[in-house]
């Protein structure tokens, strides 16, 4: 294989459950050594892609080549160089954290001696060691969800799949996760992760595409698609009141964009701060004033119109 | 058989491999009071050959089966005792221990994730319940024999057989653990097994039920495996235990087939 | 059919108001869960007694020539039967529910946390417990009725026996599935408990015929008194030992029980 070839390759990759369309015709392209991100709302196709992709799930249209191998008929030599972990823990409840590891690895055909020392090397990256005989279900949600990242790496993959990696974390452990995905992507290991979470996927991604609906509509790096599809600044305004569109329209003339949310507007300007003292200056008075940078989530309300957590 | 159930089988020392690991899964999971659980399960066939067998056979006597031969109510209802066991710790392991790490557990969804397939799956949890049911089938023989309730030779001969029938009603417990939907079904899987335990010659001989009654017990997989399994440690029935074994092998065949295939449905999607 | 019965029962006890009795309202609330699983129970609780009585009164009693004590293998064994059914169900209802409510769904907690004390919880659980007990006793004298093999009106009194049974071994069970660390626990206690119990204590031969250590065995299970008493009343014969000696030893492994089942709940609830 080239290194011109990439890992993952998909063109009108379709997956049909019954009448449902979960992914409808999605083209996309990983390559070796970078993080792709699959960026959406739940219910986009995310978790489906992510499934053909793992060899668990036949594609119901479309071509899907995993490491220049078809998932299908290869589905076995495929897995065994991929790592996966699936958005929802899939630890085994009546084995100890050691033995989840050293019991997975053997799937893989690895001699019980080597699982031991990769069990243990493992446990140390995600810092668990101190919790190695401890049974699985006392774990916190952190914990649990860093073991499953030490089961998806103990086979060595080349590519590691995570469906929402930090979903349900409380912030200090979605930065240690956060941190290890980092330290893996500098071994030069291609990650492959889905997120609703924009922090997420600008912190980690070189590359990702934006997923609605099944389909993809837009892709870039982060960077590129908040300048393709966002102002620099966004000004968050709230106003008492029942409804904030009444204060909508007085403000339009100020951005090059407004938003209207149920519970505040989006000002979308180039520099924050000028259009702060420009809403004073119209006598308005927000009860709230938030000026940040334009993130991925302002790109996907910008594409669908929606917010990306409901 | 093999072409027909494994279908895409390239290479058959990998795939003994992998399911040889999903069996050595249920090993490090054997745990103190599991263990105690696990080990203790041969002494509930004695428990029931010690109660029926020797105390209501006390009140029996003797039987004369359809042969001619006479023996004692124990030695005809050991045999029985043995299959329906095997039918019992088979299904134990393979449809509510099955079910729950497939339905309850989602550890097949961790497993499908690496270069484990469905049917290795399947392969592996069969024999592991093998491996179990086995050893209780070894120690229930021994007893026997001891009892003087066949000969070492013939019980030589019945070990295989009982392996045997463990394997087929593991088959069928795992293609019925692909169907399930909830643990009430499970209510209703346990009473139809007690049926089956109560009317499958296992404590009359058939000969005695209602003619139509009498043709809907001897379609019975467990009928079938007590036949086979009396014929052996009892002695007598001619040829007919080919008939029993023909049975059991078809139905360990369908059987294997189809839970690999609603496996590979279920975990596949 | 009883059980069609048993579950209007149910219906009209879930369908009334807030009762003052804080053990009612957990009774009711098990009653309540009850309208939705019963089918699955009829099976089991009802069926299935009525199938060995065919497969082992009927059909093994025909290779008993002679009876037993005087009268058919179907007449004598069927006493036994209903009081192992009483058994069956009332250690079936007192081990997985309790443990799931106390490990798996958590609901003794929530029921805690309410105004009920320790002994109400208990209570509603019990009482439900005997109500399963009772509706399976009465559907199987019913059966054994129709099928001709009671021989005496005084097998009504089979019933109130049964829930004393029932009692006497759902009060330490529960005291036992609170304290079980594992639900391997609850399947030992059948596989050592219950089903030497069900095989040994006189239901299906006699237990005289038992070597004499095995014999005393039997009797102290709570098991074979009940066994005695049953089968005394569906033969309309006097009980093998006095009635009042089978009475008060079952009511002491059902007080027992219940200050067991007591300070176990206690210190799972209590901490």
Avoid at chain 1, 33 to 48: I, T
Wanted: net charge positive; with cysteine; hydrophobic share 50%.
């Amino acid at each position: 294989m080239t290194t011109a070839q990439p890992l993952i390759q998909a063109r009108g990759l379709v997956k049909r459950f019954g009448s449902f369309t979960a992914v409808d015709a999605i083209d996309v392209a990983v390559r070796a050594g970078e993080a792709f991100g699959f960026l959406g709302p739940n219910g986009a196709g995310k978790s489906s892609t992510m499934r053909m992709i793992g060899c668990v799930s036949p594609p119901s249209g479309g071509e899907l080549r995993i490491l220049g191998m078809d998932p299908v008929r290869d589905g076995p030599a495929i897995r065994a160089r991929l790592g996966v972990c699936p958005q929802l823990d899939t630890l085994d409840p009546e084995l100890t954290v050691r033995e989840n590891l050293v019991t997975y690895a053997r799937y893989f055909g690895i001699p019980r001696r080597v699982a031991r020392l990769r069990a243990a090397e493992l446990l140390d990256f995600v810092q668990l060691s101190e919790r190695a005989d401890s049974k699985v279900e006392p774990l916190s949600g952190g914990m649990k969800r860093r073991l499953t990242i030490a089961r998806a790496l103990v086979n060595e993959p080349e590519i590691v799949l995570l469906d929402e990696p930090t979903t349900g974390l409380d912030p200090q452990a979605r930065h240690l996760v956060w941190e290890r995905l980092f330290q893996l992507k500098q071994q030069g290991v291609t990650l492959v992760l889905t997120t609703h979470y924009m922090d997420e996927a600008e912190q980690l991604c070189d590359r990702l595409v934006v997923m609605d609906g099944g389909r993809i509509v837009a892709e870039g790096s982060p960077r590129v698609l908040i300048e393709q599809h966002s102002t620099r600044e966004v000004v968050e305004l709230r106003f008492a009141g029942e409804s904030q569109e009444p204060f909508a329209s007085k403000l339009d003339q100020l951005g090059e964009r407004v938003e209207v949310l149920p519970d505040r507007i989006l000002l979308y300007v180039p520099d924050g701060d000028a259009a702060v003292a420009q809403v004073t200056a119209l006598g308005l008075h927000p009860i709230n004033v938030l000026v940040r940078r334009s993130g991925l989530e302002d790109v996907f309300l910008h594409l669908t119109g929606r917010t990306l957590i409901d | 058989m093999v072409a027909l159930v494994l279908p895409r089988l390239m290479d058959v020392s990998a795939a003994s491999r992998r399911s040889a690991a999903v069996a050595e899964r249920n090993v490090s999971a054997l745990k103190s009071i599991y263990w105690l659980l696990l080990v203790s399960g041969f002494i509930e066939p004695l428990l029931y050959l010690f109660s029926i067998g020797v105390g209501v056979g006390a009140l029996v006597g003797d039987l004369t089966l359809s042969n001619g031969a006479v023996v004692s109510y124990a030695a005809f209802v050991a045999p029985a005792m043995l299959a329906s066991s095997a039918m019992t710790g088979a299904f134990a392991e393979t449809t509510f221990n099955f079910f729950g790490k497939m339905k309850y557990m989602k550890l097949y969804d961790g497993v499908i994730a690496t270069p484990v397939q469905p049917f290795e799956i399947a392969l592996g949890e069969l024999a592991w319940a093998m491996l179990r049911g086995s050893a209780y089938s070894g120690a229930f023989l021994v007893v026997m024999v001891v009892m003087d309730l066949t000969t070492a030779a013939r019980a030589a001969v019945a070990f295989p057989a009982a392996v045997l029938v463990g394997f087929t009603f593991g088959a069928i417990g795992m293609t019925i653990a692909t169907f399930m939907r909830s643990w009430q079904d499970f209510d209703v899987l346990a009473s139809a097994q007690f049926v089956l335990f109560l009317f499958s010659g296992t404590f009359v001989p058939a000969q005695a039920y209602p003619t139509l009654l009498r043709w809907l017990v001897e379609v019975t997989p467990l009928y079938r495996a007590v036949h086979l399994v009396r014929g052996i440690t009892v002695g007598g029935g001619g040829w007919t235990w080919l008939l029993d074994l023909g049975y059991l092998l078809l139905v360990l065949a369908i059987g294997l087939f189809i839970a690999s295939r609603r496996m590979s449905r279920l975990l596949y999607r | 059919m009883g059980s069609e019965g048993m579950t209007q029962l149910a219906a009209k006890w879930a369908r009334r108001g807030p009762v003052r009795a804080p053990a009612l309202a957990v009774l009711q609330y098990h009653l309540v869960g009850y309208r939705r699983t019963w089918r699955g129970g009829v099976f089991s609780s009802f069926l299935l007694p009525t199938l060995t009585v065919l497969g082992f009164g009927v059909g093994v009693g025909a290779f008993i020539d002679q009876g037993v004590d005087g009268v058919s293998y179907l007449e004598w064994i069927v006493g036994g039967l209903l009081a192992s059914t009483a058994l069956q169900v009332a250690i079936a209802e007192s081990t997985w529910p309790v443990y799931s409510s106390l490990q798996w769904t958590k609901i003794y907690f929530a029921q805690y946390a309410a105004p009920l004390r320790v002994a109400d919880i208990m209570a509603g659980q019990l009482a439900f417990v005997l109500f399963r007990v009772l509706a399976s006793a009465a559907a199987f004298l019913l059966v054994t009725g129709v099928l001709g093999a009671l021989r005496s009106p005084w097998a009504v009194l089979a019933l109130p026996v049964a829930v004393l049974l029932g009692l006497a071994v759902a009060a330490p069970t529960y005291a036992y599935a609170a304290t079980a660390s594992s639900d391997s626990w609850l399947a030992l206690l059948f596989r050592f408990a219950v089903i030497p119990m069900t095989l040994f204590a006189g239901v299906f031969f006699p237990v005289e015929s038992l070597p004499v250590g095995l014999r005393w065995l039997a009797y102290a299970t709570p098991l074979w008194h009940a066994v005695d008493l049953s089968r005394a009343a569906t033969l309309g014969t006097a009980p093998v030992w006095s009635v009042t000696g089978h009475l008060l030893y079952l009511a002491a492994w059902a007080v027992g029980g219940w200050l067991l089942a007591h300070r176990a709940l206690r210190r799972k609830l209590v901490v």
